[in-house]
């Protein structure tokens, strides 16, 4: 059985080694199995784990960018939905 590191399993997920320790510290993330090597305190991920964790990205990436690009689109629904204002005719 193979496992990764954190830096490993970000990159194979597409995701920053920061981003992917502030979601495991955050609990949107389960935390994989640790390991001590020397003084040292080492994720160790699985293939399954990796896996788990590639079909919750899309609930959790909720950041800045989502967070705008929805808003835009609800902005842009509204638009559709309405209709064209005519210009107004100046009194002569």
Same mark, same amino acid.
């Given at each position: 059985? &193979? ?8 990159? @194979?997920?597409? *995701? ?5 320790? !502030? %979601? ?19 994720h160790a991920?699985? &293939? ?8 919750? @990205?899309?609930? *959790? ?5 989502? !967070? %705008? ?24």
């Open positions: 059985m &193979d496992f990764y590191s954190t830096r490993q399993a970000a990159k @194979l997920l597409g *995701i920053t080694e920061p981003t992917l320790s !502030r %979601y495991i510290s955050a609990k949107k993330v389960p935390e994989p199995k640790t390991v001590h090597l020397g003084k040292f305190r080492v991920w699985t &293939d399954a784990e990796i896996e788990k964790v590639r079909q919750l @990205l899309p609930k *959790i990436a909720n950041g800045r960018k989502t !967070r %705008y690009q929805k808003l835009r689109e609800k902005q842009k629904g509204e638009a559709q939905a309405r209709p064209a204002l005519r210009p107004k005719k100046k009194k002569t």
